[in-house]
């Protein structure tokens, strides 16, 4: 008796201390209008259409992010590529300013990137945007078809310190430590890529995303 006693106890305080160092969770876009987002360079590749964000390619990589920063958090939401020759990705504790050799900060995104393409594909791996380098181990690079091509896929992100995992429509994929780029990323912003195209924009290939929520954990790098 006093054994499983011990073991519910155990179990409620897991439950409570899960629920008391997690926020509860934000809709970071309602489909009705881009309010806490803001585009990068002040591009107008990203819009609103049938209640879900459109990213339009063009010849340039262009970024939709949060207002916000978010050090520690869980994120979850929906994609969809309507065009398979077209890259996208999710930056995460992202960087919007980097100096220059003169020293002066001008405009750059550059962050851990959850990477979506087609299938197969890395889909779920932890690119370094702005700094041509993956953060997912190269020996983990595997590719997976967990990405349905042109159909709503549901992605979630974990960032807990200097850990990250992945998922697509409820299969991990990535599980990376990487104590160097929390040093260099511990808290930045959300942001939604839609990734260069050449020959665009006579034919503009098209990523959308909905059902955006993220909910912050115990964290002292959140502003």
């Not at 964000?53 to 309507?82: A, C, N």
């Not at 100096?99 to 690119?127: F, M, T, W």
């Not at 990250?164 to 959300?190: C, F, H, L, M, R």
Request: charged share 25%; net charge neutral.
């Amino acid at each position: 008796m006093l054994r499983c006693l011990s073991t519910f106890m155990l179990v409620v305080i897991s439950i409570f201390s899960s629920s008391a160092f997690a926020d509860d969770w934000a809709t970071l876009f309602d489909g009705n209008n881009l309010e806490g987002w803001k585009p990068s360079r002040d591009n107008t590749q990203f819009a609103i259409a049938d209640g879900v964000i459109l990213g339009t390619s063009s010849g340039q990589t262009h970024f939709l992010h949060t207002v916000e920063t978010y050090g520690d958090f869980e994120l979850e939401m929906e994609v969809k590529l309507h065009d398979t020759d077209l890259n996208s990705g999710v930056q995460i504790r992202t960087s919007l300013t980097r100096k220059n050799a003169k020293g002066q900060l001008r405009e750059s995104i550059h962050g851990p990137q959850v990477d979506l393409g087609k299938s197969p594909g890395r889909s779920g791996h932890i690119y370094n945007q702005g700094n041509g380098a993956w953060i997912t181990p190269k020996e983990d690079w595997i590719r997976n078809e967990l990405m349905v091509n042109g159909e709503w896929n549901k992605l979630r992100v974990m960032a807990v310190g200097p850990r990250i995992q992945t998922w697509i429509n409820g299969i991990q994929v990535a599980d990376v430590t990487d104590e160097e780029a929390y040093e260099k990323y511990p808290s930045g912003v959300i942001a939604l890529q839609v990734h260069g195209v050449k020959k665009s924009p006579e034919k503009p290939r098209h990523v959308s995303f909905r059902s955006i929520r993220v909910r912050r954990l115990n964290s002292k790098t959140d502003k």
